[in-house]
């Protein structure tokens, strides 16, 4: 005969039993974001005119951006929040801090990540050109053979 009796066998599945439930919950929580609609490529272009302060962005650079952001189960709510919130936050979350950092960072720097891995969208059409007032390093700009003359004087 087993040492086990049958009273303390039912004794034990008892005490389990809740357990069982518990671990069988957590593995149907749903994902972050799960009932969300994932944010529209013009929804996306919209935050990003927003954050940036352009009115002018290009299309294809924002579907990347939006694809990449959307890759992240985590991303999903906050970027809903940030494109379909009806007032800004006063007291926004260290996340959604770093969210909107992030999306300007790569609109500056034309660099996004997937998967930890870095990634060019766009060179010449980054933003920081713009900003510090010089054509992209490889962009030809001006007539044929410009190069060969000296810069205008700086007024």
């Given at each position: 005969?087993?040492?086990?009796?049958?009273?303390?066998?039912?004794?034990i599945?008892?005490?389990?039993?809740?357990?069982?439930?518990?671990?069988?919950?957590?593995?149907?929580?749903?994902?972050?974001?799960?009932?969300?609609?994932?944010?529209?490529?013009?929804?996306?272009?919209?935050?990003?005119?927003?954050?940036?302060?352009?009115?002018?962005?290009?299309?294809?650079?924002?579907?990347?951006?939006?694809?990449?952001?959307?890759?992240?189960?985590?991303?999903?709510?906050?970027?809903?929040?940030?494109?379909?919130?009806?007032?800004?936050?006063?007291?926004?979350?260290?996340?959604?801090?770093?969210?909107?950092?992030?999306?300007?960072?790569?609109?500056?720097?034309?660099?996004?990540?997937?998967?930890?891995?870095?990634?060019?969208?766009?060179?010449?059409?980054?933003?920081?050109?713009?900003?510090?007032?010089?054509?992209a390093?490889?962009?030809?700009?001006?007539?044929?053979?410009?190069?060969?003359?000296?810069?205008?004087?700086?007024?």
């Amino acid at each position: 005969m087993s040492g086990l009796s049958r009273r303390a066998f039912l004794l034990i599945a008892s005490l389990l039993a809740p357990v069982a439930r518990l671990r069988a919950g957590a593995r149907q929580r749903p994902t972050p974001g799960a009932g969300l609609a994932p944010v529209s490529e013009q929804e996306f272009l919209r935050l990003s005119q927003r954050l940036v302060g352009r009115t002018t962005l290009d299309a294809q650079v924002a579907a990347t951006y939006r694809n990449a952001l959307l890759a992240v189960p985590a991303n999903i709510p906050l970027l809903a929040d940030l494109t379909r919130g009806a007032a800004p936050d006063p007291r926004p979350t260290p996340e959604r801090l770093a969210l909107e950092r992030t999306i300007i960072e790569w609109w500056y720097t034309g660099r996004y990540t997937v998967g930890g891995e870095p990634r060019l969208a766009t060179h010449t059409g980054a933003l920081m050109w713009d900003a510090i007032g010089t054509p992209a390093p490889g962009r030809c700009v001006g007539a044929s053979n410009a190069w060969s003359r000296p810069p205008a004087p700086v007024a």
